[in-house]
């Protein structure tokens, strides 16, 4: 049998990384992906494949990887996900298809992200496209949610047209994950990819100003929406007008957009000698790790403990690794300033109490032990709603809480002919997900103008 022990990647020198944007990870070398390989038992019922929320064969391409035939093993994965290379890098498999892989229940589950991101990397494959079908689809944004349906539907023929508010294409795969999680030279060959099958990609077309969705409507046979979840949210605390005090996806635009690390870029970004960012999710770890990375001493605060930390495991580690300090069970009540700027924040300790309606033990502010830490910014990255902007500009649209868009399990809207998906309709959630709905989206297009 082979080993039960999981093979590990190559990961750069927390000190060297820590002061460079370049990959982290770089992943499995040749030899230790063919023995991760290895370990996969090509289990009948495949229960990894049941946590992949857009259903990846999972054996099935493990074991043409095995035979040898890595180009098999990449089509194999492209029937089910379009950006494999991505979601090898920034899925949360750990919670998903390896929670369920039958190797972890008395040893470690397969390495099954690794080995995507492995056979992704290393075989090239051309996309095919059905003879043109005669529909013209709009999509509304350019992240995950957009690219894969806008991905299946050019496959299938139809003539297809993304606009997109930023001057270049992805999301947040460009805007917000950070190089050294997701070079972004892997994007961009994803949105090429589209290009040669014929998608259309129109930037700094703001849907809701540029063009409205009534007139999108009227040009084309179907419109996805697809504009994600990039509105930030602030605490309401005392102080937040400071200058120093950014929320995170601000600070992450104009790092990873505008290349503000780079001193030839023209737009600015603050360098903090000390930063304190307020959160524990993904977005929390890569603002922590970039302010580090532009020269701050980083203290990431969190009004519950370690275990609640919704981050991946990895990201908490790596950002530990690399110097960011946790400071759990505590909260800010106050921005305190001098001359306008930021000058510490003023935190108050915090202990667990009984559960709340998320199952999670809710926080309980512990009275008179506030305490101030000194720093010059405070980045907030507490979470994220749908930018109105799309929504009010067409009040037909019903819309649920927080003003997410209201869709059928396939994506079909209160409105003939508009379609939703991704973080647009579900809130904040994953790559994969707004991957999964993009998908269900376009089969539900292609299915309404009868072309499936
Ligand atoms: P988005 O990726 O947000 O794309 C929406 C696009 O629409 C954007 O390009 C936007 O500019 C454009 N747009 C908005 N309004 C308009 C308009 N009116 N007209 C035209 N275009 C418009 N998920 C993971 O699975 N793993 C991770 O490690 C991870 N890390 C993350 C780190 C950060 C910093 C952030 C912010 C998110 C992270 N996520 C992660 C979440 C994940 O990236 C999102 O769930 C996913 O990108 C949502 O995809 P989407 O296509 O719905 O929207
Ligand atoms: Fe392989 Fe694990 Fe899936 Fe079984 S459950 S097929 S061992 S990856």
């Known amino acids: 049998m082979a080993n039960e022990k999981r093979n590990s990647p190559v990961v750069r020198d927390p000190k060297e990384r820590a002061c460079d944007f370049k990959e982290v990870s770089i992943g499995f070398t040749e030899s230790a992906a063919k023995a991760e390989a290895e370990r996969c038992l090509n289990c009948k019922n ?34 089910d996900s379009s950006l494999p290379a991505i979601c090898g890098r920034v899925c949360p498999q750990e919670t998903q298809c390896e929670s369920k892989c039958v190797r972890g229940v008395k040893g470690e589950p397969v390495a099954i992200g690794l080995l995507e991101r492995f056979v992704a990397d290393n075989a090239e494959v051309v996309m095919e496209r059905k003879e043109p079908c005669g529909k013209k689809i709009a999509v509304a944004g350019s992240g995950p949610a957009s690219l894969s349906c806008a991905g299946d539907l050019v496959k299938a023929g139809a003539n297809v047209t993304v606009f997109e508010a930023f001057h270049k294409t992805g999301g947040v795969l460009v ?63 005392p102080g937040e007008n400071l200058n120093g005090v950014f929320s995170a996806n601000e600070y992450l635009t104009r790092v990873n957009l505008m290349k503000a690390y780079d001193k030839n870029s023209k737009t600015p970004v603050y360098r903090a000698k000390k930063a304190v960012v307020v959160g524990a999710g993904n977005v929390a770890m890569d603002a922590s790790r970039t302010a580090l990375r532009l020269g701050a001493e980083v203290s990431l605060v969190y009004r519950r403990s370690r275990a609640e930390m919704p981050a991946r495991a990895e990201e908490i580690v790596h950002a530990e690794e690399e110097g960011v300090k946790l400071n759990l069970l505590c909260n800010p009540v106050r921005i305190n300033g001098e001359n306008g700027f930021v000058k510490s924040v003023t935190l108050i300790r915090m202990e667990l109490g009984e559960p709340d309606a998320s199952g999670r033990r809710s926080p309980v502010p512990v009275q008179g032990s506030e305490f101030d830490i000194e720093c010059d910014a405070v ?33 079909r809207t209160n409105v003939k002919n508009l379609y939703a998906g991704g973080d647009a309709v579900t809130g904040a959630a994953t790559v994969i997900s707004a991957m999964g709905q993009g998908r269900k989206a376009a089969s539900a297009i292609l299915e309404d103008l009868g072309v499936l």
């Not at 857009?54 to 194999?76: E, Q, T, W, Y």
């Not at 990255?381 to 209201?406: D, M």
């Open 46 to 79: 495949a229960p990894c494949m049941k946590g992949c929320p857009v259903g990846v064969h999972i054996p099935n391409f493990i074991s043409l990887f095995k035979s040898g035939d890595i180009v098999g093993a990449k089509r194999a994965i492209l029937n």
């Open 175 to 237: 805007y917000g994950i950070p190089e050294f999680r997701l070079p972004k030279k892997l994007v961009e060959k994803e949105v090429e990819g589209l290009k040669k099958l014929g998608v259309n990609f129109v930037t700094d077309a703001v849907i809701g100003k540029t063009l409205s969705i009534g007139e999108l409507l009227e040009e084309y046979d179907a419109v996805f929406i697809g504009t994600g979840a990039g509105l930030p949210m602030f605490m309401n605390i």
């Open 379 to 411: 980045i907030m990255a507490l979470g994220t709603s749908p930018n109105p902007l799309v929504t009010r500009s067409f009040p037909e649209i019903q819309t649920g809480r927080k003003g997410v868009i209201a869709t059928d399990e396939c994506g």
